[in-house]
């Protein structure tokens, strides 16, 4: 089965602070995506960041950057110089195939605070 | 472009009640999701389906039904609604069920149950 888990449930900083939020997956297929979604205040869950398990290279995007590490089953996803527009709940999700298409599973999500 | 659009925004039904709740998406995507997302647990899938006239259930069906009939609209059902079902429902759309293809988020159902 898979499985996400995101330990940090709610995550303080101050404004210009990096944040890392973490994230751990579990599962027995070796072919696979994981994502990171943001939920804003708003409530719509808007797309962030991809990464296929075969590709292990960090990247940096802007502000944000990826460490997907297939040896600990970890996709930790940082915010370099944090902005209180980056508040929200961010999730981790994983994408395997199944018989009925792909299948997404998500964490249970990291609210993010950034304060003045 | 709209994206992908949630009728009704909130609703507070009584146990026993029934509605519907129609997404529809202008995308041109085969596959559309009903999830529900509680406090502390995360998105679960309802129900899915991957093309027009063809729907699967997901993680938590029971208690709900769903249909396609058209490709752009995709209706969620309570029949008998229960306060258990007390939760915020998102649709989503895809344009294949590639591994790699993100979903797409409507902005949400809050329903209320009493």
């Known amino acids: 089965a898979q499985k996400v888990t995101q330990a940090q449930t709610e995550i303080s900083v101050v404004e210009k602070e990096d944040v890392t939020l973490d994230c751990v997956y579990e599962t027995r297929d070796t072919t696979y995506y994981l994502f990171w979604y943001k939920q804003p205040p708003s409530g719509e869950l808007v797309f962030l960041i991809r990464?296929?398990?075969?590709?292990?290279q960090n990247e940096i995007s802007g502000r944000y950057s990826w460490n997907f590490q297939k040896s600990t089953s970890s996709f930790n996803f940082t915010i370099t110089a944090s902005q209180v527009v980056d508040s929200a709940v961010y999730f981790c999700a994983l994408s395997i195939l199944t018989g009925g298409g792909n299948k997404l599973t998500f964490g249970t999500g990291t609210q993010l605070k950034v304060e003045l | 472009n709209a994206g992908v659009t949630q009728t009704p925004k909130f609703r507070v039904l009584k146990t026993g009640q029934s509605m519907t709740l129609l997404c529809a998406q202008d995308?041109?995507?085969?596959?559309m999701y009903w999830y529900r997302q509680d406090p502390g647990m995360g998105l679960r899938l309802i129900h899915y389906s991957v093309g027009e006239g063809t729907t699967a259930k997901g993680e938590v069906p029971d208690g709900y039904n769903v249909s396609r009939l058209k490709k752009q609209n995709f209706l969620l059902g309570l029949e008998s609604a229960a306060p258990s079902q007390t939760s915020v429902y998102f649709c989503?759309?895809?344009?294949?069920?590639?591994?790699?293809?993100?979903?797409?988020f409507g902005p949400g159902t809050r329903l209320t149950v009493t």
């Open positions: 990464r296929n398990s075969f590709d292990e």
């Open positions: 995308m041109n995507h085969e596959y």
């Open positions: 989503a759309s895809s344009p294949s069920l590639g591994l790699w293809d993100e979903q797409y």
